[in-house]
């Protein structure tokens, strides 16, 4: 058992070795090795009132957050490092934003009006409705429309190549943040050249399946996937 412990260290300390000297692929197994001690987290935060993939995503930002301050020149393990770094950090981000998710359930009442009107009004006259008679169906302001509009901007990841890049808010940015590093690394690879995030060029769908070594149809879900998750992010703003 302390045989293993050891490799084990040893191992994750070469993965930090390379991430740290700029190989971004060592990353995602180094994180990797950490699902248990996230699997742990997330088990106590489980009655907290934010929705679980907020939850998950923040304890995965704050482990990152932790290999970045590591500092293996002090004589303690990385593992160490991180079990005692996470427990003041996650009770300060997690009741931070419970606030925010207390209010998940009436955003997603109101995401529900807007989805069955924008579809009623489409029946209705053959074609999508504008953000104006969008509005006034709701008996919304129009600004209020051309918001939600917004917020569920990643519905359409599944379907168009290279539609969208995000242009956001601070507040936005920070909790897609927070998705990407919940992501598996083939998963980040497309949320970076699908939205050209962090600087990456975008691809098309053909390309990116070829980068990603699959077929479209398996690029196809693996879009899906993507967009469900930003838009759960998306809808935590009140």
């Not at 029946?123 to 008679?133: F, G, H, S």
């Not at 519905?155 to 940015?173: H, I, K, M, N, P």
């Not at 949320?191 to 990456?200: I, R, V």
């Amino acid at each position: 058992m302390g045989t293993d412990l050891k490799e084990r260290q040893k191992d994750e300390l070469k993965l930090w070795r390379r991430w740290q000297s700029g190989d971004r692929d060592a990353l995602g197994p180094l994180l990797k090795s950490y699902d248990p001690v996230v699997y742990q987290w997330i088990g106590k935060l489980s009655t907290s009132p934010l929705p679980p993939i907020f939850i998950e995503t923040e304890i995965k930002k704050q482990v990152v957050e932790a290999f970045k301050s590591f500092d293996p020149g002090r004589g303690v393990q990385l593992n160490t490092y991180v079990n005692s770094t996470l427990p003041k950090v996650l009770r300060n981000t997690v009741y931070a934003y419970s606030n925010v998710g207390k209010i998940s359930e009436e955003r997603k009442r109101k995401i529900l009006t807007f989805q069955q009107s924008k579809e009623r009004l489409a029946e209705d006259l053959k074609r999508p409705a504008t953000a104006m008679e969008l509005a006034d169906d709701l008996a919304w302001n129009l600004k209020e429309v051309e918001r939600m509009e917004k917020e569920l901007r990643p519905t359409r990841l599944a379907t168009e190549e290279g539609d969208f890049s995000f242009q956001s808010d601070e507040g936005e940015q920070k909790l897609l943040q927070y998705v990407y590093h919940s992501l598996p690394a083939p998963q980040q690879l497309l949320f970076e050249h699908h939205f050209g995030w962090a600087g990456k060029d975008r691809k098309k769908d053909k390309d990116m399946a070829k980068t990603l070594g699959v077929g479209m149809p398996e690029l196809k879900k693996m879009k899906n996937d993507l967009a469900e998750k930003l838009e759960k992010a998306l809808q935590l703003r009140g």
